[in-house]
């Protein structure tokens, strides 16, 4: 059994085996299976369908649990879903559930395109009120293993990450269990926009299950001193005080106001992304926030699967299905990249929306902390956002405690995506790992934990 697939292009394969080794070593049974080889395998269907049917193959034949995807869009092929009629007119989300969700509801193997018309997931938003006008491909979306994509543009991107895990594992570890260097772990950072939009009570109950578990929770709210104001110096300040925090060390960073593509709120960017010094004392972030996680695509510019190139605008409702894999010029990066891949320094996972996020979304941040609250210590990121999931996908589409019906939740089940290594044990290893790791490779764990 292999709880752990490691899924990336050959070119990198000596670093993914190597991290597949760490994990082995440190009681996580890994393997490694090359973008190619997935390809090769099966028979028919585009990068992404025979890639999956890879992925049914070793949940079924080896036990799979957990599948860590590793290259960002212009490495490791995308499903990209289609919505029509929303009020941005047609659009195409990178769905990562796509390879999650293996079966339907009868136990068999679900391709996604159930009226076979190569367009996959397809939803109609046009009447709302009923679910088998939206969902016309049927899928159940209930994840049958747990997906993380690490958005690793190049093979230095894919090991600046790689790194930081085994590096996370061991110092989260030493915090939680033995206060070394300090209890850095056990703080939580939960950060709002002005009220509203950034709603501190829902900021708060979303907390509420880390402070029931020990964690100290250091709120920083926009409409509270000392971080209100709307001048540029008061995003200054917001900005060096969050940089603060997150260099003394966290172990979860939520976030819950408005975002982009390359900043928090306006404030915290990208360019103070770069500027932290937190190596060792990474948090896992949650953001409850439009655009953060978008790492694919412009939505109106990008090569199509017919192999052209396509611009457009918002109202356009007949946008061509977009390449799996993009070139560089059409692969978008955002801060999910800019906090895991680009620096030592950041996060060591992200949970962000690819594209807007609305509010019918809110609820996964309530549901990933409570996991963490329920499951045995240290849980895995992966099993914490698979409960997070099923239970937004079985209590939210029915209207839910949102209000909003199931409209939004149903695009948020596919455009809220899991970055980072699905198997990382949050809170690092446990004290007695050793005892699983006979053949360890002590150079490689000296090289992780910086020795």
Known sequence: MHELLIMGPAAWKSSLDRFARYKCDTAMPAS?????DAQSQSPSGDP????KRCIERERRLRGTKYVMLVGDANVFPVRYVRAINTEWGTIFYPSDLYYADLYDTSGAFDDWDADGDGIYAEMDFKETSSGAKFNIDKINLMPDVVVGRVPASTQAEADTYLRKVMEYEFAARESLAFGYPSRWFQNALIVGGYDGFGNKAISNQHAAPLGAT???LIRRFRDDQPWSGTKPEDNARRSAE?????NGGAGFLHFYAHGNTHSFAGWFSATDVAGLANEGRL?????????TAKFAIDKNAYLTAMGTSWTGTSEVDSR???APVQPTNHDRDSMAEELLVKHDAGAVAYIGAAHKFEHGGKPLGAYFFEAYRDLPKPPSLGDMWGSALKRFIANELGGGTVGMGPYYAFIHAHKVMLFGDPSLRVG????????HAGHLD???INEAVGA
């Open 32 to 36: 490694v299976l090359t973008i190619e």
């Open 48 to 51: 992404p369908a025979r890639i």
């Open 214 to 216: 020990g964690f100290t």
């Open 242 to 246: 969050l940089g603060r925090l997150l």
């Open 283 to 291: 948090p896992v972030v949650v953001a409850i926030s439009c655009l």
């Open 320 to 322: 061509p299905t977009p």
């Open 428 to 435: 690092g290893l446990q004290p007695r790992w050793s005892q």
């Open 442 to 444: 002590i150079e490689l």
